[in-house]
Nanobody, 128 residues
Framework: QVQLVESGGGSVQTGGALKLSCAVSGSTYGYCMGWFRQAAGKEREGVATIHSNDGTEYADSVKGRFTISRDNSKSTVYLQMNSLKPEDTAMYYC???????????????????????WGQGTQVTVSS
């Protein structure tokens, strides 16, 4: 059973930056890791994903501003968020997927349905 714990959320002004961390019990090796967010009254949406070979995918709304990375030696996944906007305000969740292997690489997209393990979330609030 994989357990995920997010940290690093907080309140910042427009244009500010935050770095979220996701600590994974066990190892991140062999998992595709993703970051998702859910704003009040909206559905959960994919923000970024990093495959087991460190390939990445981003939602159009965050490309060029957010960077996902992983440190398998620390069993931790990060989301560096720069140039934050009020529309980035949401609860941010870390998730892990292991079910799809393509060419020896564990991959998953930005759909929450592809992820089996979830953290409890960390709140990010961006004020104008």
């Amino acid at each position: 059973q994989v357990q995920l714990v997010e940290s690093g959320g907080g309140s910042v002004q427009t244009g500010g930056a935050l770095k979220l961390s996701c600590a994974v019990s066990g190892s991140t090796y062999g998992y595709c890791m993703g970051w998702f967010r859910q704003a009040a009254g909206k559905e959960r949406e994919g923000v970024a994903t990093i495959h087991s070979n460190d390939g990445t995918e981003y939602a159009d709304s965050v490309k060029g501003r957010f960077t996902i990375s992983r440190d398998n030696s620390k069993s931790t996944v990060y989301l560096q968020m720069n140039s934050l906007k009020p529309e980035d305000t949401a609860m941010y969740y870390c998730a892990a997927a292991s079910g799809k292997v393509v060419g020896g690489v564990v991959v998953a997209g930005l759909s929450p349905d592809e992820y089996a393990y979830w953290g409890q979330g960390t709140q990010v609030t961006v004020s104008s």
